[in-house]
């Protein structure tokens, strides 16, 4: 695989309070990742280290194989952190026009990026006259300009209505699917369950979790059991390969599946093997679930 | 170099209060032409300023230098202002985030503010240029071409106090508060001045030796008042028993104080760019 962006114990303190304590992962090419964290745990100003717009206090991080300077690595990015920001007094055209000269790209794609989010019949119009889902797209559209090896977005759906909402991801899932690299930065965790395949969970600037949304959201699911004699049935369980974690929960037994299997199929194992359940519920984790999880855990 | 300049002038070219205030400082400065047609009647006589020989060749190469300088203060507010919009627009995290580096980002101001001071240059040689052929009792060509160090010091001039200008912009955020430092700066630099000048070092003239390393009297000294050099002002004088002996030269000295504070600002712009958290 090839790495897009690699953090190794980034750092960065703003006083007395860490921001962002230790940081690590690598960014890979063609993957949809999500980062995801309360308020205040440290997203955007991860974000800002590797934009060059906030400085590091420790640690490393580089774009690509690192041969680049950071600037001139993000002119193959594209970004939009928390709110729009362009000159309210130029017309959208004249805005991305700027952006185009600064990272050195032709204007020419200026009327293509626009027409992918909707703008172009608006494109002579002053930024300052934009709603803010307008000014969200444009922003979306300024990131596109370069064709960037990856979109990095910091909570692109902000203070938007849910058409703008909506909107705003059928555009990320549009690019996504032309498969380019995507980073999204956000506190709704149903927005990255349903676009991202990889997950950064922050939490007052720790990483808690760093992998793919499918393995945290234990896919498989799990099962909830109850039989009279618990003893066997959870040694059973130990030894069965399907199955990773067993925990105790009150009375029950819940069973983490590892690869899988039906409720059915579970009952008709066990029942050969004479282990009667008086209790069998078959779920799955939402990620939100799995979220209030880890965040919990750790308080 | 080139790119650089380009996305400045981008910024400004569609800015409109920017524009105005360009176009009226350049057409100001064309306006220098009109005193040239003030005229008064002294007794008998027509006293026209234009026959007072303001407008002779070297001479208006100072005069007109000195007057242009005073209209500076309408470019500082668009530099001012093209400094801080990039904080209220929060534009300037929205460049670096695009790829220009922060070094890029002072430089192309800072090229933008050697521009401006080109042009200004350039207009106020067209100006005297024009004014010196119609009014000057000499037209000999090493006399107009004499005396030219005054534009480079206007240039100079320029340069070092846009660059402070572009300073301030960077470390106040704020246009209308950067331009008050600007006035601040000044009347601390003229008390500062009257404290040495009345109090610590009372007659002598150790007071002028340190003031003229302030960044504004620097600049100041850069081209002198031209006016007690004028033929009718010192005879006048002449005749009170003053004298005026004092030297009216753009010092090498001043220049290298100039230079030396305008590297300050633009480095101290960058240091603050760099180490601040946007």
Redesign the interface.
């Given at each position: 695989m090839q790495s897009i962006l690699t953090l190794n114990n980034l750092t960065k303190k703003?006083g007395p309070i860490t921001a962002v304590k230790n940081l690590s992962f690598t960014i890979e090419k063609g993957n949809v990742y999500g980062i995801l964290g309360p308020n205040g745990s440290g997203k955007s100003t991860t974000l800002?280290i590797v934009?060059?717009?906030?400085?590091k206090t420790n640690g490393s991080y580089h774009w690509f194989d690192g041969s680049d300077?950071t600037?001139?690595?993000?002119?193959k990015?594209g970004?939009i952190?928390e709110h729009p920001?362009?000159?309210?007094?130029?017309?959208a055209v004249?805005n991305l026009?700027?952006?185009c000269?600064?990272?050195?790209v032709p204007t020419s794609k200026i009327d293509e990026k626009l027409e992918v989010v909707g703008l172009l019949d608006r494109k002579n119009s002053k930024f300052r006259t934009f709603s803010l889902g307008m000014k969200q797209r444009l922003a979306i559209a300024?990131a596109l300009l370069n064709d960037p090896e990856i979109l990095i977005l910091d909570e692109p759906t902000n203070g938007l209505d849910p058409q703008g909402i909506h909107q705003i991801r059928e555009i990320i899932k549009k690019i996504a699917s032309e498969g380019t690299t995507i980073l999204l930065a956000s506190h709704l965790l149903d927005e990255v369950e349903k676009v991202c395949s990889h997950v950064v969970i922050l939490r007052k600037g720790e990483s808690l979790y760093t992998g793919t949304v499918d393995e945290m959201n234990a896919s498989h699911g799990f099962f909830i059991l109850q039989a009279s004699d618990m003893g066997v049935l959870e040694t059973e369980l130990k030894n069965h390969a399907g199955f990773g974690k067993i925990k105790k929960e009150g009375d029950t037994l819940v069973a983490y599946l590892e690869e899988p299997m039906d409720a059915s199929t579970l009952n008709q194992e066990l029942q050969q093997k004479g282990i009667v359940l008086s209790h069998l519920v078959k779920r799955k984790e939402s990620l939100e679930e799995q979220f209030l999880e880890l965040t919990k855990n750790l308080n | 170099m080139l790119?650089l300049l380009?996305?400045e002038l981008?910024?400004l070219r569609?800015?409109?209060s920017a524009k105005v205030i360009s176009i009226v400082y350049f057409v100001l400065i064309t306006f220098i032409a009109l005193i040239a047609s003030i005229e008064f009647p002294l007794g008998s006589v027509n006293f026209r300023v234009a026959d007072q020989g303001i407008f002779n060749f070297p001479f208006i190469w100072h005069f007109n230098t000195y007057v242009a300088a005073i209209l500076k203060i309408f470019l500082a507010i668009v530099i001012v202002s093209m400094m801080s919009?990039e904080y209220s627009?929060?534009?300037l995290?929205?460049?670096?985030?695009?790829?220009?580096?922060?070094k890029?980002f002072v430089l192309s101001k800072f090229i933008t503010v050697i521009g401006f001071a080109l042009i200004s240059t350039l207009f106020v040689f067209i100006v005297s240029m024009i004014l010196g052929l119609s009014f000057s009792d000499y037209n000999e060509f090493g006399i107009i071409f004499s005396d030219m160090e005054y534009l480079l010091a206007y240039f100079i001039k320029l340069v070092g106090f846009f660059a402070f200008c572009m300073f301030l912009g960077i470390l106040v955020k704020r246009s209308a508060f950067a331009i008050g430092f600007l006035v601040v700066w000044w009347i601390v630099e003229s008390i500062v001045y009257g404290l040495l000048k009345w109090q610590f070092f009372k007659g002598t003239d150790i007071a002028e030796t340190i003031s003229q390393f302030f960044p504004l009297e620097a600049m100041s000294n850069l081209i002198k008042e031209p006016m007690t050099r004028l033929g009718a002002v010192q005879s006048a004088a002449t005749q009170l028993g003053e004298n005026f002996t004092k030297s009216y030269d753009v010092t090498f000295l001043n220049v290298a104080i100039v230079l030396v504070w305008t590297f300050l600002f633009v480095y101290w712009s960058y240091a603050i760019l760099?180490?601040r958290?946007?």
């Open positions: 703003f800002g934009l060059n717009v906030v400085n300077s600037h001139n690595a993000l002119k990015v970004a952190i920001n362009f000159y309210p007094y130029m017309t004249q026009a700027l952006v000269k600064i990272k050195g300024s | 790119r380009n996305i981008q910024k569609y800015n409109r919009n627009y929060r534009t995290k929205q460049n670096l985030i695009d790829g220009l580096s922060k890029e760099k180490k958290d946007l």
